[in-house]
Nanobody, 125 residues
Framework: QVQLVESGGGLVQAGGSLRLSCAAS????????MGWFRQAPGREREFVSA????????YYADSVKGRFTISSDGAKNTVSLQMSSLKPEDTAVYYC??????????????????WGQGTQVTVSS
């Protein structure tokens, strides 16, 4: 049973930073694709970033490119999202997602089989 548990969310002022973590358990994840998505009130869930667990490939939404960095730690079975220069429009619930193997469409939420419960990120202006 795959379990994904997000942590690290909170309230931060615009321009600040947060680091989200996703602790994965229940499988050997070295061949998985891991993603971060977010959903703001009244909006659809949107892609933020993704990584092949090996770290060989990373993907970013245009809206976060240059501000967010995704990384994986195989020893800890953790995927992290370092968020800097945060903006009020980054406010959302952030979800970790996982799927076995390479995702043909890593930016598509439908590519993922497993989801965490989410962690709230609020950026005040």
């Amino acid at each position: 049973q795959v379990q994904l548990v997000e942590s690290g969310g909170g309230l931060v002022q615009a321009g600040g930073s947060l680091r989200l973590s996703c602790a994965a358990s229940g499988r050997t994840f070295r061949t998985y694709t891991m993603g971060w998505f977010r959903q703001a009130p009244g909006r659809e869930r949107e892609f933020v970033s993704a990584i092949r667990w090996s770290g060989t490939s990373t993907y970013y939404a245009d809206s976060v490119k240059g501000r967010f960095t995704i990384s994986s730690d195989g020893a800890k079975n953790t995927v992290s999202l370092q968020m800097s220069s945060l903006k009020p429009e980054d406010t959302a619930v952030y979800y970790c997602a996982a799927r076995p193997g390479t995702a043909a469409q890593p930016m598509d939420a439908r590519s993922y089989d497993y989801w965490g419960q989410g962690t709230q990120v609020t950026v005040s202006s």
